[in-house]
Structures are given as C-alpha cells and as structure tokens.
C-alpha cells in the first residue's frame, strides 16, 4: 500500500512539474527564458535517500517511461536519466548518509546534470541548436533557481509525508 502511496505522490508531482512549465514561460525581447521544473527527479532521489533505492528505481523507471510518453519527443531519455540519477544519489548518499546540506548540494546538482544530459542527446540528435552561453544564461541559471525554490517548498512537506505514512503503514493496532 505504501508503494501506491509513493506512487500517487510521483504523478502528482509530475503533473505539477508539467503545469509550473507551462505557467511560468518569460521573454526578454527575443529571447525565452525558460524555467524546467524537476519536481519528479527530486522526490526520486529522496525517496533514495529517506526510503529504498529499489523502490527509487522502480519509480525512476514508471514515471521516467510517463515522462518520455508524454512529451514523447525522444523515448528512454529521461528512463535512463533517473535511473542514472537515482544510482549515482544512491552510491553518494552511503558516504553522506542524510545530510541537509549535502542533499540539498546533491539534488541541485542533479538538476543541473539532468538538464546538461538532456541538451547533449537533443544536439547529438540534431533537435536542436545548441549554444553554451545562451544554454547557460536563458535556461540553467533560471532552471537552478525555480528548482531550489521549489526544493525548498517541497521538502519538508515530502518529509512529512513519509513519516506520516512511516507511522501509519508501519505501527500495530492493539
């Protein structure tokens, strides 16, 4: 039941990753800045840390198959990327084991990663023009700073969840 819960959450927050996409797009003259909220790597990798890493990679792999059917512009690029992700938070976080600031730093940095991976495959596939300052300035820095705004929002209502749910799944009833 648990599993289903862990689950719930992830399409939730997938959803709400695609709905902060869609709200927030801005120009300056021509050009967009672009904001990638990653909400769903986020809960993947703390669900890493605060729960199982089996769990995590069956999640990576179920949200990560939704996420490439629905946006379906290349299939298996986010898949492999949180699995990729989950494996490498997991093999850090037996050296960092819960540690705020390193989770935080950890999570951030995946982020950032993520967004690195995905430019690289779409520009060896030829999807698009890539440039590193315009990459940098119009979409990294914007997307780092949503997504620790959101790291920070979300996070301790995620904690709070899985103690919460800890404690209820997990205590006998007299």
Excluded: W
């Excluded at 003259?29 to 069956?58: E, N, W």
């Excluded at 935080?104 to 698009?128: K, M, N, Q, R, W």
Aim: net charge positive; aromatic share 22%; charged share 10%.
């Amino acid at each position: 039941m648990r599993a289903l819960y862990y689950f719930l959450i992830g399409i939730v927050l997938f959803y709400i990753d695609t709905a902060i996409g869609l709200i927030i797009p801005m120009q300056i003259g021509t050009k967009d800045i672009i904001f990638v909220p990653h909400l769903t790597l986020m809960y993947l990798l703390i669900i890493c840390v605060y729960r199982s890493f089996g769990v995590a990679i069956i999640l990576s792999t179920v949200l990560g198959l939704i996420t490439d059917l629905y946006f379906g512009s290349f299939y298996g690029l986010y898949l492999f990327g949180y699995i990729l992700f989950v494996v490498i938070q997991d093999f850090f976080f037996k050296t960092f084991y819960r540690d705020y600031t390193m989770l935080f730093f950890v999570v951030l940095l995946s982020t950032i990663f993520l967004e690195i991976y995905v430019a690289i495959i779409y520009s060896v596939l030829g999807l698009i023009a890539f440039n590193l300052f315009e990459f940098v300035l119009y979409r990294l820095i914007p997307t780092l700073g949503l997504n620790f705004i959101l790291l920070i929002i979300f996070y301790p209502i995620i904690i709070k969840f899985f103690r919460k749910v800890q404690l209820k799944i997990d205590s006998k009833k007299p």
